[in-house]
């Protein structure tokens, strides 16, 4: 729950806004399904599925889209996401540990063994206790993953191999989000090269950056986390039937006119340079709208985009709206800081910051509301 639902009715006026369209989250997972040419799409929901809100998006997908696969980060998000949904197949990107094996087998869980201990410690599981696995193989990002001394040792241990349920083979694109980039065609070559050890199990390799990379990068299965949220994955062009699912809005809480030479916000990081009309907005940094949009993010008010001026403050930041209509400006107006109009793209573009940042790091005191 978040503290926007936990309010009284009549304080909502006062919240900003996190409306989330679920059934643009469900068009862009056909729509990746359908850049596959069919191949089974996994859906990526860790850290509370991009901040969208798990308890909506997944049941949302698996009823709706039919999505049957899910991918999430540690195993509290896996046990949540399993009360949520207890049919689905549920894979724990960070692998399993002691003291954990109790709760994979009695919430039907299936861990990513990314290393040849996590292999060992699933193998000593009695098998008709024991849920499938999948396997992580590292081919360049030297994260988590078997490494190539382990994979060629596990490739050679066919008892290891054999004990082990293995429903899934994979890796990760470490530079997916460049299409150019040598380094994709490296990790292509290494993976197909293990899959041949694996014939008869599906092999999955393409994030979201990596379903646009084409064909060659689908295998079996996708796990498109971004694209199903309306972000581009690529510095290419967003694919065109991508919707952005999401709108956040402020209110305007107050307009003042200030004179040449006065400066807005901590610091006094901006001044004017001639008298502007300034709107203070109820949305800071302490609502996931961080200090990297210090004088240069944008907002969109009745039709017209603007900027941000002086420093992001924990609950407030400062618009200059001159160039705005001011008949249709005033306090309580809505102010989109991230949707539609001011896309992820742009946001990432002015401040530096990644898609997945951005969108991540939404917080919990927006008011959130679910179509």
Same mark, same amino acid.
């Given at each position: 729950?978040?503290?926007?639902?936990?309010?009284?009715?009549?304080?909502?006026?006062?919240?900003?806004?996190?409306?989330i369209?679920?059934?643009? #989250?469900?068009?862009?997972?056909? =729509?990746?399904?359908?850049?596959?040419?069919? $191949?089974?799409?996994?859906?990526?929901?860790?850290?509370?599925?991009?901040?969208?809100?798990?308890? =909506? /998006?997944?049941?949302?997908?698996? =009823?709706?889209?039919?999505?049957?696969t899910?991918? /999430?980060?540690?195993?509290?998000?896996a046990?949540k996401? *399993?009360?949520?949904?207890?049919?689905?197949?549920?894979?724990?990107?960070?692998?399993?540990?002691?003291?954990?094996?109790?709760?994979f #087998? $009695?919430?039907?869980?299936r861990?990513?063994?990314? @290393?040849?201990?996590?292999?060992?410690?699933?193998?000593?599981?009695?098998?008709?206790? *024991?849920?499938?696995?999948?396997?992580?193989? @590292?081919?360049?990002?030297?994260?988590?993953?078997?490494?190539?001394?382990?994979?060629?040792?596990?490739?050679?241990?066919v008892? &290891?191999?054999?004990?082990?349920?293995?429903?899934?083979?994979?890796? =990760?694109?470490?530079?997916?989000?460049?299409?150019?980039?040598? %380094?994709?065609?490296?990790?292509?070559?290494?993976?197909?090269?293990?899959?041949?050890?694996?014939?008869?199990?599906?092999?999955?390799?393409?994030?979201?950056?990596?379903?646009?990379?084409?064909?060659?990068?689908?295998? +079996?299965?996708?796990?498109?986390?971004l694209?199903?949220?309306?972000g581009?994955?690529?510095?290419?062009? %967003?694919?065109?039937?991508? $919707?952005?699912?999401?709108?956040? &809005?402020?209110?305007?809480?107050?307009?003042?006119?200030?004179?040449?030479?006065?400066?807005?916000?901590?610091?006094?990081?901006?001044?004017?340079?001639?008298?502007?009309?300034?709107?203070?907005?109820?949305?800071?940094?302490?609502?996931?709208?961080?200090?990297?949009?210090?004088?240069?993010?944008?907002?969109?008010?009745?039709?017209?985009?603007?900027?941000?001026?002086?420093?992001?403050? %924990? +609950?407030?930041?400062?618009?200059?709206?001159?160039?705005?209509?001011?008949?249709?400006?005033?306090?309580?107006?809505?102010?989109?800081? &991230?949707?539609?109009?001011?896309?992820?793209? %742009?946001?990432?573009?002015?401040?530096?910051?990644?898609?997945?940042?951005? &969108?991540?790091?939404?917080?919990? *005191?927006? *008011?959130?509301?679910?179509?």
């Open positions: 729950m978040s503290f926007g639902d936990s309010v009284p009715d009549y304080l909502h006026d006062c919240l900003a806004t996190l409306t369209d679920l059934s643009s #989250i469900i068009h862009n997972y056909q =729509h990746c399904l359908q850049l596959t040419g069919g $191949k089974e799409c996994a859906a990526m929901v860790k850290a509370d599925a991009y901040g969208m809100g798990i308890a =909506h /998006v997944a049941p949302a997908l698996f =009823h709706k889209a039919n999505c049957r899910f991918f /999430v980060a540690s195993l509290a998000e046990v996401l *399993r009360q949520i949904l207890p049919e689905a197949i549920i894979y724990v990107l960070n692998g399993v540990f002691s003291g954990q094996v109790v709760y #087998i $009695k919430n039907n869980l861990p990513v063994l990314n @290393d040849l201990t996590q292999a060992a410690l699933w193998q000593a599981i009695s098998a008709e206790n *024991r849920p499938a696995c999948a396997i992580h193989f @590292d081919t360049g990002i030297n994260r988590l993953g078997l490494s190539p001394m382990d994979t060629t040792q596990f490739i050679n241990d008892s &290891l191999r054999k004990e082990l349920d293995i429903s899934l083979i994979m890796s =990760h694109l470490a530079c997916a989000d460049d299409p150019d980039n040598p %380094m994709n065609a490296r990790q292509l070559a290494d993976f197909e090269a293990i899959t041949q050890n694996f014939p008869d199990i599906p092999a999955s390799l393409a994030n979201s950056g990596g379903i646009l990379l084409g064909p060659d990068y689908h295998f +079996d299965l996708v796990r498109p986390g694209l199903i949220f309306g581009n994955p690529s510095k290419g062009a %967003m694919p065109k039937n991508i $919707k952005v699912p999401f709108q956040i &809005l402020g209110k305007i809480l107050q307009i003042r006119t200030i004179g040449t030479g006065q400066s807005v916000g901590y610091g006094a990081t901006w001044t004017a340079k001639q008298p502007r009309h300034i709107a203070t907005i109820n949305i800071g940094y302490a609502d996931g709208y961080p200090q990297m949009f210090n004088n240069c993010g944008w907002v969109y008010i009745k039709g017209t985009k603007l900027p941000v001026v002086g420093r992001v403050s %924990m +609950d407030m930041i400062g618009v200059d709206i001159t160039d705005a209509n001011p008949q249709e400006i005033g306090p309580e107006c809505d102010v989109e800081l &991230l949707g539609p109009h001011i896309t992820l793209e %742009m946001a990432s573009e002015v401040s530096t910051l990644s898609q997945y940042e951005i &969108l991540t790091g939404v917080r919990e *005191r927006y *008011r959130r509301i679910y179509i």
